[in-house]
């Protein structure tokens, strides 16, 4: 296999600039499903797709207190009364016999709650109330502030990219951007790690776009957000190029399959979260 090792300062990146925000800029999310890559390849091959791939670094430790760089989110949490409810709960039957018979309280009590209803809320009143509450009273004597609201403070990071693309699931270590355009219109779905869903999608459509990539390249684009919220721009390729982690999770295809769909592709591989320094670009095979 054919590759090559880069260091980022032999790259020259540089914040990203007023054109390379465009490619990011008047975006909707499509509504489209494709079943599977056959139906991208059949679908977007005449659409002028094209391909950004954002590599995420953490965020430096120490700015994770500067509303510069985070937002602060006030998240409602359960009282502290359900939370030992269900302590109680699990101390007494374990975690395994726990989860049997909390399965067979929402069984028993799907048909009676009524659609909209929680369910939880009612599996607490009828089974773990009656069960814990004198228990809990005898223990705790300030009722008041046992039964009381309460909120847990958070800090969520800032994805400073054009809307609608500004919110990301932070468990990703890069963003794929599947952008296209239809009806004059521009179009893009996304693809990455942190959820099954966004793997599946990933998947299908780094395999839809290799198709096409066979007749007509498809350009792609490198980003880095930066570990202080900076989109920096890496470079343009002149084909598909994409990360080669999770290609193929959550979508079937046999290995053969997948390395002949792959071919003409190339992979882009990084080591390093915090500060990413080195790039390694290899051909699949």
């Not at 048909?111 to 509450?133: A, F, M, P, Q």
């Not at 390093?272 to 095979?285: M, Q, S």
Request: aromatic share 14%.
């Amino acid at each position: 296999m054919d590759c090559k090792t880069f260091e980022f300062k032999n790259l020259k990146p540089a914040l990203a600039s007023r054109l390379d925000l465009e490619l990011l800029e008047n975006i909707l999310y499509a509504h489209e499903h494709f079943a599977d890559h056959g139906e991208i390849f059949g679908g977007l091959k005449n659409c002028q797709p094209c391909m950004v791939t954002i590599i995420i670094e953490s965020l430096k430790p120490e700015y994770y207190s500067k509303k510069k760089y985070t937002e602060k989110i006030v998240v409602p949490i359960q009282s502290k009364y359900r939370e030992l409810l269900f302590r109680y709960f699990f101390d007494e039957f374990g975690d395994r016999e726990g989860n049997d018979l909390y399965a067979e309280f929402l069984k028993k009590y799907r048909k009676v709650v009524k659609s909209g209803g929680d369910i939880d809320e009612y599996i607490i009143e009828r089974e773990l109330d009656t069960r814990y509450r004198e228990r809990i009273l005898k223990r705790y004597k300030n009722i008041e502030k046992l039964m009381a609201p309460r909120v847990h403070v958070d800090r969520k990071r800032y994805y400073n990219l054009p809307h609608p693309l500004d919110r990301i699931d932070w468990r990703n270590p890069y963003d794929n951007i599947f952008i296209w355009n239809q009806d004059g219109k521009k179009f893009c779905t996304r693809g990455g790690s942190g959820s099954s869903g966004q793997r599946e999608i990933n998947s299908k459509f780094i395999y839809g776009f290799s198709l096409i990539n066979k007749i007509k390249p498809i350009p792609s684009y490198l980003f880095i957000y930066s570990d202080e919220n900076e989109l920096i721009f890496i470079k343009k390729f002149s084909h598909l190029t994409v990360p080669r982690y999770d290609i193929g999770s959550n979508y079937h295809l046999l290995h053969k399959e997948s390395e002949e769909i792959l071919s003409g592709v190339d992979l882009l591989e990084w080591r390093d979260v915090f500060k990413v320094k080195t790039l390694k670009i290899c051909g699949a095979k």
